[in-house]
């Protein structure tokens, strides 16, 4: 399977524990996304990384939200103190360079705050 | 405010006949339109897109039309089948990130 892959697919926590999701991407695409999606809504931009560089990140990325992507590969998104408010679908997607390339997604991690 | 916005949250299509999804846009700098379908507890799955220096882009069943002076893009879905049920994501790109719609609901009945 070569598509992009996250892991886990479901999390359910306690309020105010830390948790962290792995996402890897297609191995050719050098840029790589996290997006978020709640109930009702589309996906909604969080943060990209082109390589290891993290070249933008939106204001919905608060200070306890933090991403990396060591040497360019795999990437993890760590949420520290979750909130009720964190409960969503976190999507991981990647795509090649260029303006007008599509992204592809992965199945999403399924966080839940308790 | 929605950049993107897809005002239809559900369309019910019998089997055969051609399903449209419309999509309408605010923001003019938008250069790249994509079109996503997602069915329950699974990522969105890339279906089709059009680059803003085109009014067309066809792809078997699934065609995408884009009129820019309405900003307006609609999926045309022809002959509609009841695999085709799922949501359907409207996107679009000015920069790097995609801006999404909230989604259309597709159900085919068969």
């Known amino acids: 399977d070569t598509g992009v892959s996250q892991d886990p697919r479901h999390k359910i926590t306690k309020r105010g524990q830390n948790v962290t999701f792995r996402c890897d991407p297609i191995?050719?695409?050098?840029?790589l996304y996290w997006y978020r999606q709640t109930l009702g809504q589309g996906p909604e931009f969080l943060t990209y990384?082109?390589?290891?560089?993290?070249?933008?990140k939106s204001r919905l990325l608060s200070d306890r939200f933090s991403a990396e992507r060591p040497k360019g590969s795999f990437s993890t998104l760590e949420i520290q103190r979750t909130e009720q408010g964190d409960s969503a679908m976190y999507l991981c997607?990647?795509?090649?360079?260029?303006?007008?390339?599509?992204?592809?997604f992965g199945q999403g991690t399924r966080l839940t705050v308790v | 405010d929605q950049q993107v916005k897809q005002n239809s949250p559900s369309l019910s299509v019998q089997e055969g006949r051609i399903s449209i999804l419309n999509c309408d846009y605010t923001?003019?700098?938008?250069?790249?339109f994509l079109w996503y379908k997602k069915y329950p507890a699974e990522g969105p799955t890339f279906l089709i897109s059009i680059s803003s220096i085109k009014d067309k882009n066809e792809d078997g069943r699934f065609t995408v039309f884009l009129n820019k002076s309405a900003k307006h893009l609609s999926l045309h879905i022809v002959p509609s089948q009841p695999g085709d049920s799922a949501v359907y994501f409207c996107a679009a790109k000015a920069g790097t990130a995609l801006i999404f719609g909230k989604g259309t609901t597709l159900s085919v009945s068969s």
């Open positions: 997607a990647s795509s090649f360079l260029g303006p007008n390339t599509e992204a592809f």
């Open positions: 990384f082109q390589n290891e560089a993290q070249l933008e």
């Open positions: 923001n003019s700098m938008f250069d790249y």
């Open positions: 191995s050719e695409h050098n840029r």
